[in-house]
C-alpha cells in the first residue's frame, strides 16, 4: 500500500467510519482521532475493530508528528 493508492480515500476506521491515514514506516493505518493503529499484512488492511491496537500518548504524538504534512495537505469538511 502507498501514500497514493486510491484505496486510502475509501477506507474509513470501522468504529468510528472516519478516514485513516497510513503509516508507510509501520505498514499500519492510523486513527489519531481514537489513536487506534491497524496494521496492513501483506498489503491487505486489517479492518476489523478486533485488529486493531490503542496507542500510548507518547506513540501518539510521535506518529502525530509523522502525519503533520500530510494533515495539513487535506480539504477542510463542511457540512
Known amino acids: ?3 497514493d493508492d486510491p484505496l486510502l480515500k475509501i477506507l474509513a476506521c470501522p468504529l468510528d467510519k472516519g ?3 497510513l503509516l508507510g514506516a509501520d505498514e499500519a493505518l492510523y486513527n489519531p482521532r481514537l489513536r487506534r493503529r491497524y496494521p496492513v499484512l501483506d ?3 486489517q479492518l476489523l ?3 486493531g491496537e ?3 500518548e507518547e506513540e ?3 506518529l502525530l508528528k509523522l502525519l503533520e ?3 495539513s495537505g487535506e480539504g477542510g469538511g463542511s457540512s
Do not use: D, F, K, N
Request: net charge neutral; glycine share 4%; hydrophobic share 30%.
Open 60 to 62: 501518539h504524538e510521535r
Open 43 to 45: 498489503g491487505i488492511p
Open 1 to 3: 500500500m502507498t501514500p
Open 54 to 56: 490503542q496507542v500510548p
Open 69 to 71: 504534512p500530510a494533515a
Open 49 to 51: 475493530p478486533s485488529s
Open 19 to 21: 478516514p485513516l491515514h
